[in-house]
Protein backbone atom coordinates (compact mmCIF):
# COMPACT_ATOMS: atom_id res chain seq x y z
CA UNK A 1 0.00 0.00 0.00
CA UNK A 2 1.76 2.85 -1.16
CA UNK A 3 1.55 5.94 1.49
CA UNK A 4 2.86 9.37 1.73
CA UNK A 5 2.92 11.10 4.92
CA UNK A 6 3.82 14.44 6.13
CA UNK A 7 4.79 16.82 9.18
CA UNK A 8 6.41 19.52 10.76
CA UNK A 9 3.80 22.15 9.63
CA UNK A 10 2.64 24.48 12.44
CA UNK A 11 2.82 27.46 13.74
CA UNK A 12 5.20 30.61 13.32
CA UNK A 13 5.73 34.75 12.84
CA UNK A 14 6.43 36.22 10.11
CA UNK A 15 10.17 35.75 8.94
CA UNK A 16 10.61 32.67 10.85
CA UNK A 17 11.72 28.94 9.51
CA UNK A 18 9.68 25.36 9.47
CA UNK A 19 10.88 22.34 8.01
CA UNK A 20 8.32 19.93 6.18
CA UNK A 21 9.03 16.14 5.74
CA UNK A 22 7.16 13.67 3.75
CA UNK A 23 7.96 9.93 3.88
CA UNK A 24 6.46 7.67 1.45
CA UNK A 25 5.92 4.26 1.96
CA UNK A 26 5.25 1.18 -0.34
CA UNK A 27 6.18 2.48 -3.61
CA UNK A 28 8.69 0.74 -5.94
CA UNK A 29 11.86 2.02 -7.48
CA UNK A 30 12.40 3.68 -10.24
CA UNK A 31 12.22 7.25 -11.55
CA UNK A 32 9.63 9.50 -10.07
CA UNK A 33 8.94 12.91 -9.09
CA UNK A 34 7.68 14.06 -5.87
CA UNK A 35 6.01 17.85 -4.91
CA UNK A 36 5.20 19.87 -2.45
CA UNK A 37 1.75 21.94 -2.38
CA UNK A 38 0.05 24.20 -1.10
CA UNK A 39 -3.89 24.94 -0.88
CA UNK A 40 -5.17 28.05 1.10
CA UNK A 41 -9.04 28.58 1.51
CA UNK A 42 -10.78 29.36 -0.95
CA UNK A 43 -7.66 28.83 -3.59
CA UNK A 44 -6.94 26.56 -5.88
CA UNK A 45 -4.11 24.35 -4.86
CA UNK A 46 -0.66 26.03 -6.05
CA UNK A 47 2.56 23.61 -6.41
CA UNK A 48 5.69 25.40 -4.78
CA UNK A 49 9.01 22.82 -5.36
CA UNK A 50 8.81 19.66 -7.26
CA UNK A 51 12.20 17.01 -7.12
CA UNK A 52 12.47 14.26 -9.01
CA UNK A 53 14.60 11.13 -8.99
CA UNK A 54 17.79 13.17 -10.26
CA UNK A 55 17.67 15.57 -7.65
CA UNK A 56 16.26 17.87 -10.22
CA UNK A 57 14.39 20.56 -8.63
CA UNK A 58 11.80 23.45 -9.42
CA UNK A 59 10.31 25.72 -7.79
CA UNK A 60 7.32 28.31 -8.25
CA UNK A 61 8.39 31.83 -8.31
CA UNK A 62 6.81 32.92 -5.40
CA UNK A 63 8.97 31.24 -3.00
CA UNK A 64 12.11 30.86 -4.99
CA UNK A 65 15.33 31.59 -2.81
CA UNK A 66 12.90 31.37 0.10
CA UNK A 67 11.87 27.56 -0.09
CA UNK A 68 14.47 24.03 -0.90
CA UNK A 69 13.23 21.06 -1.11
CA UNK A 70 15.17 18.00 -0.85
CA UNK A 71 15.32 14.36 -0.19
CA UNK A 72 17.16 11.48 1.62
CA UNK A 73 16.77 8.84 -1.14
CA UNK A 74 17.47 5.47 1.20
CA UNK A 75 14.70 6.59 3.68
CA UNK A 76 11.85 7.98 1.24
CA UNK A 77 11.72 11.04 3.07
CA UNK A 78 11.27 14.33 1.24
CA UNK A 79 11.70 17.52 3.06
CA UNK A 80 10.89 21.41 2.30
CA UNK A 81 13.26 23.56 3.97
CA UNK A 82 10.82 27.43 4.42
CA UNK A 83 12.43 30.19 5.20
CA UNK A 84 11.60 34.24 5.85
CA UNK A 85 8.26 32.74 6.06
CA UNK A 86 5.08 35.35 5.24
CA UNK A 87 1.51 35.15 6.71
CA UNK A 88 0.65 34.48 2.18
CA UNK A 89 2.66 30.97 3.04
CA UNK A 90 0.05 29.75 5.71
CA UNK A 91 -1.56 26.95 3.96
CA UNK A 92 -2.09 22.97 4.09
CA UNK A 93 0.63 22.05 2.32
CA UNK A 94 0.68 18.70 0.64
CA UNK A 95 3.22 16.03 -0.29
CA UNK A 96 2.62 14.24 -4.01
CA UNK A 97 4.75 12.00 -6.06
CA UNK A 98 3.99 10.22 -9.80
CA UNK A 99 5.94 7.58 -11.28
CA UNK A 100 6.51 9.24 -14.64
CA UNK A 101 9.89 12.10 -13.33
CA UNK A 102 7.23 14.20 -14.78
CA UNK A 103 8.57 17.17 -13.00
CA UNK A 104 5.47 19.49 -12.69
CA UNK A 105 4.11 22.24 -10.37
CA UNK A 106 0.23 20.89 -11.46
CA UNK A 107 -1.66 18.97 -9.62
CA UNK A 108 -2.96 17.26 -12.69
CA UNK A 109 0.92 15.42 -13.03
CA UNK A 110 0.82 13.28 -9.84
CA UNK A 111 -1.58 10.87 -8.94
CA UNK A 112 -0.67 9.76 -5.13
CA UNK A 113 -1.19 12.49 -2.27
CA UNK A 114 -0.94 12.76 1.35
CA UNK A 115 -3.18 14.05 3.63
CA UNK A 116 -1.47 17.57 4.55
CA UNK A 117 -0.06 19.22 7.42
CA UNK A 118 -0.97 22.67 8.62
CA UNK A 119 1.65 26.12 8.55
CA UNK A 120 -0.11 29.34 9.73
CA UNK A 121 2.33 32.22 9.66
CA UNK A 122 0.93 35.44 12.19
CA UNK A 123 2.40 39.12 11.48
Known amino acids: QVQLVESGGGSVQAGGSLRLSCVAS????????MTWFRQRPGKEREGVAAIDNYDITIYADSVKGRFTTSQDSAENILYLQMNNLTPEDSAMYYCARNAFANLSLRPSAYNYWGQGTQVTVSS
Open 26 to 33: GFSSGRYA
